[in-house]
């Protein structure tokens, strides 16, 4: 089951990225459905599944569904992407691929569907931990931080004034305490140290600019916090694991 699997994403992998120039991309939106790069796209693919399933006829009826419906995915999301949704439009088709996908594997292996994994104590522990430290977290740290928030308030804006992404700040906080989790999951403490070090590097030169030691010392707290929260997820997660 494993095997065929990697065969099937593999080929998906291969079609849909690694082996469709960006000319093609370009093609496609623009001509849409009746795009030549379109069928090419889709003949890229059928070649990448033929020769990873070595051409077996049993696999041929599944190569045709995935075929099939791989053209058709494409076309739809080719007629209904804008500027304003291609990026949900992109994560859409890829879900509704891989989804394809597993039917196939599951038709060819029927391998066993255990929801009541989901409702395990593990995993339930998992989630509500991985769901505080992406989000109960921030709101947290903000409301920590909110005493010093006028006194910084100039300065933040004129530090971030037409350099700074919107809403990069509290993506780069949940991601910098999902790599801290997950270090401590992987008992990867010396990861830390270095995730600590690179993000000082980064911050470094914007707070060395500004010359402004409220914000250097604001922004000190929050990434303390950021990290010691994260830190103290993990080890309570290794700690309730072991009684469940």
Same mark, same amino acid.
């Given at each position: 089951?494993?095997?065929? $699997?990697?065969? @099937? /994403? %593999?080929?998906? !992998? &291969?079609?849909?990225?690694? =082996?469709? #120039?960006?000319?093609?991309?370009?093609?496609?939106?623009?001509?849409?459905?009746?795009?030549?790069?379109?069928?090419?796209?889709?003949?890229?693919?059928?070649?990448?599944?033929?020769?990873?399933?070595?051409?077996?006829?049993?696999?041929?009826?599944?190569?045709?569904?995935?075929?099939?419906?791989?053209?058709?995915?494409?076309?739809?999301?080719?007629?209904?992407?804008?500027?304003?949704?291609?990026?949900?439009?992109?994560?859409?088709?890829?879900? $509704?691929?891989? @989804? /394809? %996908?597993?039917? !196939? &594997?599951?038709?060819?292996? =029927?391998? #066993?569907?255990?929801?009541?994994?989901?409702?395990?104590?593990?995993?339930?522990?998992?989630?509500?931990?991985?769901?505080?430290?992406?989000?109960?977290?921030?709101?947290?740290?903000?409301?920590?931080?909110?005493?010093?928030?006028?006194?910084?308030?100039?300065?933040?804006?004129?530090?971030?004034?037409?350099?700074?992404?919107?809403?990069?700040?509290?993506?780069?906080?949940?991601?910098?305490?999902?790599?801290?989790?997950?270090?401590?999951?992987?008992?990867?403490?010396?990861?830390?140290?270095?995730?600590?070090?690179?993000?000082?590097?980064?911050?470094?030169?914007?707070?060395?600019?500004?010359?402004?030691?409220?914000?250097?010392?604001?922004?000190?707290?929050?990434?303390?916090?950021?990290?010691?929260?994260?830190?103290?997820?993990?080890?309570?997660?290794?700690?309730?694991?072991?009684?469940?």
């Amino acid at each position: 089951m494993i095997a065929l $699997a990697l065969k @099937l /994403v %593999l080929a998906h !992998i &291969l079609g849909d990225f690694v =082996l469709q #120039p960006t000319k093609w991309v370009k093609h496609k939106t623009k001509h849409g459905w009746k795009s030549k790069y379109l069928l090419a796209h889709i003949g890229v693919h059928l070649l990448a599944l033929l020769i990873l399933l070595q051409f077996q006829l049993k696999y041929f009826l599944g190569v045709f569904v995935i075929i099939a419906t791989h053209y058709a995915i494409d076309a739809l999301k080719i007629k209904l992407t804008t500027k304003k949704n291609s990026r949900k439009l992109f994560v859409a088709d890829q879900v $509704a691929h891989l @989804l /394809v %996908l597993n039917l !196939i &594997l599951y038709y060819y292996e =029927l391998y #066993p569907i255990n929801l009541n994994s989901l409702f395990q104590p593990q995993f339930l522990l998992l989630l509500c931990l991985l769901l505080f430290v992406t989000f109960v977290s921030g709101i947290l740290i903000k409301v920590i931080l909110q005493p010093w928030q006028n006194a910084i308030e100039p300065s933040k804006k004129e530090n971030q004034k037409s350099t700074s992404l919107a809403g990069a700040g509290k993506i780069i906080g949940i991601l910098e305490r999902l790599f801290v989790f997950a270090f401590i999951l992987l008992n990867a403490w010396s990861a830390i140290g270095f995730l600590i070090a690179a993000k000082s590097v980064f911050r470094f030169g914007d707070l060395t600019e500004g010359k402004n030691r409220q914000l250097t010392e604001y922004v000190l707290i929050g990434t303390l916090l950021s990290f010691g929260i994260a830190i103290g997820a993990g080890l309570v997660f290794q700690y309730l694991i072991r009684f469940l």
